[in-house]
């Protein structure tokens, strides 16, 4: 998928939008299954990075699994084909109604409290339950993503161990999985090898275990020399630590990860038209036609998306400050170097496959974009552009008399 590739889709579908492409996906997934030579690998996607049913279906072509963390995206998976058996669910602070009803979809719970552990283990002490696990290890690249340390919300506890295994022999459940997450953007191998000691330790109280799952927080690079995971290390580093574990454990585990970013970060590109240049004391402002309703890691995050002029790839590059629409400051990009940027050039952000789309609003009562897929060298639409229709479609109208308002 080039330049001239992402400019007719631009044409054709109009903008903003954005496109993935399958092969990238596909590359994703095939360097990962070839960086662990284990018995058994199950890779789960986490459905939250991009949910589009599409997706799901590419793939579940290849063979992955999912990692859902609502009921919603459990059905999801399962629309798309997924076997409930190859979806985990792993949420957070959810009701015990939700789980059951998970339960009753055949997909494989992971719990996180030991208050949910102790209720779902009475009432249905024969279906295996994952456990989270909280390993206190600080990871991820900043502190919304961060979420293995001591003041997470999330897993349980490993110095609960205690009471997590008075539990699960009270009660007569099965546990069959161990599991653990830590953060996203994880910029150093060692810090998954360390937790992963700390899994190792906590999984030798269970005699039941059908897999361990040590999540995900694989790094992607953002920009060009960024840092990334760099797989096949940790890939062979881990693979030796779990075939050793297992040896002491007696029997063959599968390994399994639920990577989001690094199946489908990169895939994406987010195309926008700008609206208007302009020139203001301090800067140049380039206004596109989006803003964070459609794209907020940059406000929440941080997080840095090249930007490309795709319309003028060989201009001189000039600073801009590119920006979006919307009624508070919403700034995508500070002091950028972009080939000089002209009122309906259409800029192409990277990295906007993982957290992007799943993570775009009505705000301004906008509509959410289309999406396309690049595959086999055509472009597909998956999701079409909203329309009126859909602002309006759940909303419940009333009709006020003007001459009978109230005193
Ligand atoms: C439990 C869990 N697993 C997997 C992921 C996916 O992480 P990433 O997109 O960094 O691979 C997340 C991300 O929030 C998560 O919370």
């Not at 279906?127 to 206190?136: A, S």
């Not at 996203?184 to 700390?198: N, T």
């Not at 920009?223 to 290390?233: F, H």
């Not at 596109?288 to 998306?305: E, K, Q, V």
Request: net charge negative; charged share 25%; hydrophobic share 40%.
């Amino acid at each position: 998928m080039n330049q001239k590739d992402l400019l007719s889709i631009a044409k054709d579908f109009g903008s903003p939008v954005y496109v993935y492409d399958a092969d990238k996906i596909i590359s994703q997934y095939n360097r990962l299954t070839n960086a662990f030579k284990v018995n058994e690998l199950r890779i789960h996607y986490a459905v939250k990075a991009l949910s589009n049913i599409s997706i799901l279906k590419l793939l579940n072509s290849l063979g992955c699994g999912l990692d859902t963390v609502s009921i919603q995206e459990v059905k999801l998976g399962i629309k798309a084909g997924v076997g409930p058996a190859k979806i985990i669910y792993t949420p957070n602070g959810v009701s015990l109604e939700e789980i059951e009803e998970v339960v009753k979809l055949g997909a494989q719970i992971n719990i996180d409290n030991l208050s949910i552990l102790e209720q779902f283990g009475s009432r249905h002490p024969d279906i295996p339950v994952c456990i989270r696990i909280n390993p206190h290890v600080m990871a991820g690249g900043n502190s919304k993503i961060s979420v293995g340390h001591i003041d997470s919300k999330f897993g349980i506890s490993i110095h609960q161990m205690p009471h997590l295994l008075r539990i699960v022999e009270n009660t007569g459940m099965h546990i069959n999985g161990i599991h653990m997450h830590t953060g996203s953007d994880i910029l150093d191998i060692g810090v998954f090898l360390h937790a992963s000691e700390i899994l190792f330790e906590a999984a030798r109280n269970f005699k039941e275990l059908e897999f361990i799952d040590f999540g995900s927080g694989f790094k992607v690079p953002y920009r060009e020399g960024d840092i990334e995971t760099d797989i096949e290390d940790l890939g062979e580093q881990l693979t030796d630590k779990f075939e050793k574990f297992c040896k002491e454990y007696g029997r063959e585990l599968a390994l399994a990860f639920e990577p989001g970013k690094y199946l489908v970060s990169e895939s994406g590109k987010f195309l926008a038209k700008v609206n208007v240049i302009k020139q203001t004391t301090s800067t140049v402002f380039a206004g596109i036609d989006t803003g964070f309703n459609h794209l907020i890691r940059p406000m929440f995050y941080g997080s840095h998306h090249e930007i490309t002029n795709i319309s003028n790839p060989d201009a001189k590059p000039r600073f801009y400050s590119v920006v979006g629409y919307i009624c508070e400051t919403d700034t995508f990009g500070n002091n950028r170097r972009i080939g000089e940027i002209r009122e309906g050039d259409i800029l192409s952000f990277s990295n906007a496959g993982a957290y992007c789309f799943s993570m775009a609003s009505n705000f301004n009562s906008r509509y959410r974009p289309a999406e396309v897929l690049w595959y086999n060298g055509q472009a597909h639409l998956i999701r079409e552009r909203e329309t009126f229709e859909d602002l309006t479609r759940h909303q419940v109208e009333m009709n006020f008399d003007a001459t009978s308002s109230v005193e």
